[in-house]
């Protein structure tokens, strides 16, 4: 399993772009990258997946470098409502097991 | 809107007692998962259950034994707690073995004194 590195906190102002990155640089071919999010008091939330290039939802949108050895998750005007802890995980899919493996994530702190 | 449910929200109890925690999903998924969130905020996986069927067991402690009624139960009991239990267990589930999109539950807290 390919390990993440993440920065451990970012502040960013309510209205403001957010982009927090991920470094995997182990990830192999089979791994997809996921992002989740979790507020206190409340389990992880799935914010959105890819493999390469660019995704995007109604959430959030997400760039994989050509190498896959860096990705970024952008979330458009954050409020306060966006901050939690933002945790990048690199599995392999339909991997037997369905495990998630959580780093220490990323704590967005978002100032009013 | 939450579809995985777990209770209790919060339990105290003293070391050496026996505790019980619920979860279930009303989201027809076949895989349900039990994490531990310690007090640095990290995840830990503990079981897997696939369709009642437990298909992983990530080496906890023999005092956690996971319970399923049907898949969309699965409960967590630990028998004889101890300090170093204290912690957060979260409650996950997805829609196959395969799927890594996991819908948590809110967790339950539990504290040893």
């Known amino acids: 399993l390919a390990k993440t590195t993440q920065p451990p906190s970012m502040e960013a102002y309510e209205g403001q772009e957010v982009n927090v990155s991920c470094s995997h640089t182990?990830?192999?071919?089979?791994?997809?990258i996921y992002w989740y999010r979790q507020v206190p008091h409340q389990g992880p939330q799935f914010i959105i997946q890819?493999?390469?290039d660019y995704v995007v939802n109604e959430v959030a949108s997400l760039f994989i470098s050509a190498d896959r050895k860096l990705s970024t998750l952008s979330l458009p005007w954050v409020s306060l409502r966006d901050a939690a802890v933002y945790y990048c995980?690199?599995?392999?899919?339909?991997?037997?097991?369905?495990?998630?493996?959580f780093g220490a994530g990323t704590q967005l702190i978002v100032i009013p | 809107e939450t579809a995985v449910f777990q209770t209790p929200n919060y339990h105290v109890t003293q070391v050496g007692n026996e505790v019980s925690f619920n979860c279930k999903q009303t989201?027809?998924?076949?895989?349900m998962y039990w994490y531990k969130q310690d007090s640095k905020k990290l995840l830990k996986i503990m079981f897997s259950?696939?369709?009642?069927?437990?298909?992983v067991n990530e080496t906890v402690p023999r005092r956690f034994s996971p319970q399923s009624s049907d898949k969309a139960h699965l409960n967590l009991r630990i028998k004889s707690v101890e300090p170093e239990d204290s912690a957060v267990y979260l409650c996950?589930?997805?829609?196959?073995?395969?799927?890594?999109?996991?819908?948590f539950g809110p967790g339950t807290r539990l504290l040893v004194l």
């Open positions: 996950a589930s997805s829609i196959g073995v395969n799927q890594d999109t996991q819908y």
């Open positions: 259950y696939n369709n009642k069927q437990l298909i």
């Open positions: 890819g493999y390469k």
């Open positions: 989201l027809g998924h076949d895989t």
């Open positions: 182990n990830i192999a071919t089979s791994e997809y």
């Open positions: 995980i690199v599995t392999a899919r339909g991997s037997a097991l369905g495990r998630l493996h």
